[in-house]
């Protein structure tokens, strides 16, 4: 195994619908290297233009549950009536390959991914204001004024976890927001803890004279 394999980061993204977290994290992942993004299993019907095995797995309910019952989620929980959920068996593939990991969940997984892997790194992503919440909702187009106004008091519920978080980003502006995450990306690849295993053959190399 590499010192690069030695060593890799999970990283939890948690955002309110509408702050931009799939696509700033979508242009993070594109951008950087040895940083993959995990694929949800959900079992809610897919948008027009998403792709099964891209934006998500779309399984039915019996399928996912049998998935639960066998523990092979990280996380999981129910959104609007639909369920979701992580692979376990995947993000721990890629770790141990040596490829750090994007989670783009809520903060209830977000609460159960830090409690069976603590080391994970986690950042919330907030919108400017409630008002900019709300147009961002609105402009997209793909709900109607009862589910923009549920999604906006789930979005209230939402930040109101924001002090769990270890890194907080505003998106304002989004080549901004997209520069401060990949910031957090390369101080938590950077860290004494991260870099102490990933470069010990070195360390050693250094140390031995």
Not at 103 to 115: H, N, P
Not at 176 to 188: C, F, M
């Amino acid at each position: 195994m590499s010192d690069r394999a030695s060593k890799a980061t999970l990283f939890i993204v948690t955002a309110p619908s509408g702050a931009g977290k799939t696509s700033l994290v979508k242009a993070l992942v594109d951008s950087t290297e040895s940083l993959r993004v995990s694929v949800s299993h959900t079992t809610r019907a897919p948008r027009a233009g998403e792709v099964d095995g891209v934006n998500y797995h779309f399984i039915d309910k019996e399928a996912f549950s049998a998935m639960r019952q066998a523990e092979e989620f990280f996380e999981s929980a129910e959104v609007y009536g639909n369920f979701y959920g992580t692979s376990k068996t995947w993000v721990n593939e890629q770790l141990a390959l040596g490829v750090d990991v994007i989670l783009e969940i809520d903060w209830q997984g977000a609460a159960q991914v830090r409690e069976q892997h603590p080391s994970a790194c986690s950042i919330f992503i907030l919108p400017p204001s409630l008002d900019a919440l709300t147009q961002r909702l609105t402009g997209r187009g793909q709900d109607d004024a009862e589910t923009i106004a549920r999604r906006m008091r789930q979005a209230v519920a939402e930040i109101s976890h924001v002090k769990e978080a270890d890194y907080i980003l505003v998106n304002d502006d989004f080549e901004t927001a997209l520069a401060e995450l990949k910031t957090v990306i390369l101080s938590q690849r950077l860290s004494c803890e991260v870099q102490s295993q990933r470069l010990q053959t070195m360390l050693s190399a250094l140390l031995s004279g």
